[in-house]
């Protein structure tokens, strides 16, 4: 009797130390595993800084470029509005000229027709 339950004891020692060596060896090989897992993370977080980083130094750049066009083209417009406003006053000024020498021709047309009229006579 004692010798079945000496036994019965070695066995089931035996294979609670066997389930023991599996869970310990499982608990490893999870450990193990997510620790891969956790460091194919970093790595990724790694590089999605490492781009978020270059693309914010491209926009950044872009967006400097774009001011110093906004810049040009406001330059651009201002002379453009100087030219024009200037263009508007020699327009203005051809246009009373341009009246001016119609009242003259016109005053010429009636001087002549006068002369016309008393050379005649």
């Known amino acids: 009797m004692r010798y079945l339950e000496d036994t019965y004891q070695r066995k089931q020692s035996n294979t609670l130390n066997k389930i023991e060596t599996q869970k310990k060896h499982d608990v490893k090989f999870l450990k193990m595993e997510h620790n891969e897992k956790m460091k194919k993370m970093e790595e990724t977080l790694?590089?999605?800084?490492?781009?978020?980083?270059?693309?914010?130094?491209?926009?950044?750049?872009?967006?400097?470029?774009?001011?110093?066009?906004?810049?040009?083209?406001?330059?651009?417009?201002?002379?453009?509005?100087?030219?024009?406003?200037?263009?508007?006053?020699?327009?203005?000024?051809?246009?009373?000229?341009?009246?001016?020498?119609?009242g003259q021709v016109e005053e010429h047309k009636h001087s002549k027709e006068y002369m016309e009229v008393c050379w005649r006579v």
């Open 46 to 102: 790694e590089n999605f800084q490492v781009l978020k980083e270059y693309q914010h130094n491209i926009l950044e750049e872009e967006l400097k470029k774009l001011q110093k066009e906004v810049v040009q083209l406001k330059k651009g417009i201002s002379t453009a509005q100087q030219e024009n406003h200037h263009l508007n006053e020699t327009l203005q000024e051809v246009q009373q000229k341009l009246s001016e020498l119609h």
